[in-house]
């Protein structure tokens, strides 16, 4: 899916114009210090909300098929969140940003979902703009620091968080074949097959998004599947992981033997 760049909140941007004095950071005192020695210095802590209304999906209950108005309504929902906090970071001139993550929360009676991003926005002190995109724009990366230096070390360079996710509904089953089941283990192909879909069409979104950004992979891939909001004989399989590039700004690290003294 193909969006256009979001402009900075007005009321983001006031908040932002004090980050000249004093910085804010949601890093452990560990990340600060690996980021630090790492050549990274914290900007600010940068956010992005979208509260977004769900719009009617109807399906035959025995239809194996994907819902797209909900499987976009997620995704929309996410990315405004996601590219509000890069506008933020990207009005700081900010050179990344690292621990992202990315939340959710129902609001009112299950038809709007509120999205929440949250990452701190860093500078490369020792090169700026060597670690953004090739568009100029930040990095975003939901690493933790330590993970995210050792990355660096190992001759790689963060580009993007990208996610994918699909929202699918499962056929129901006849009354005929649930009954032949009972009292009997068996498998369920509809459920089986309708993960495989859902998953597929996920992981494949996630990576047209690396693949647009120009990274050559993506690491730290994680999943979720829920049906939080979309009823019975519904699955959501939501995937993101942070894309990553070769770099020459990085230093290939040495590996080293270690003996064990537990016998």
């Not at 939340?103 to 860093?122: K, N, P, S």
């Not at 670690?131 to 995210?148: K, T």
């Not at 979309?230 to 290939?252: D, N």
Request: net charge negative.
């Amino acid at each position: 899916m193909t969006m256009q760049p979001t402009p900075l909140d007005p009321v983001a941007s006031e908040r932002l114009s004090h980050a000249k004095t004093v910085f804010t950071s949601d890093l452990s005192i560990n990340e600060f210090a690996l980021l630090h020695g790492a050549g990274f210095e914290p900007i600010e802590l940068v956010m992005g909300v979208s509260v977004y209304h769900i719009g009617y999906q109807f399906t035959g209950i025995r239809q194996q098929s994907e819902l797209p108005v909900l499987t976009d309504a997620t995704y929309r929902a996410r990315w405004n969140a996601m590219a509000r906090m890069q506008a933020e970071a990207d009005s700081l001139g900010a050179d990344g940003v690292v621990g992202v993550r990315l939340d959710w929360r129902h609001q009112g009676e299950g038809e709007h979902l509120e999205f929440i991003a949250v990452g701190t926005a860093v500078k490369y002190t020792a090169k700026p703009g060597a670690f953004r995109r090739p568009n100029g724009q930040a990095f975003s990366s939901h690493l933790s620091g330590q993970d995210l230096c050792t990355l660096l070390r190992s001759g790689y360079a963060p580009v993007a968080f990208v996610m994918g996710n699909c929202v699918f509904h499962v056929a129901v089953q006849g009354f005929l074949k649930t009954l032949g089941q009972v009292g009997r283990n068996a498998e369920m192909p509809q459920w089986t097959q309708g993960n495989y879909q859902a998953r597929e069409l996920a992981m494949s979104r996630m990576q047209a998004e690396a693949e647009r950004d120009g990274a050559t992979g993506v690491v730290g891939v994680h999943f979720d599947i829920s049906n939080y909001a979309w009823g019975l004989h519904t699955v959501e399989f939501y995937v993101a992981g942070t894309a990553v590039r070769h770099s020459c700004e990085a230093q290939t690290i040495t590996p080293s033997f270690v003996l064990p003294m537990s016998g």
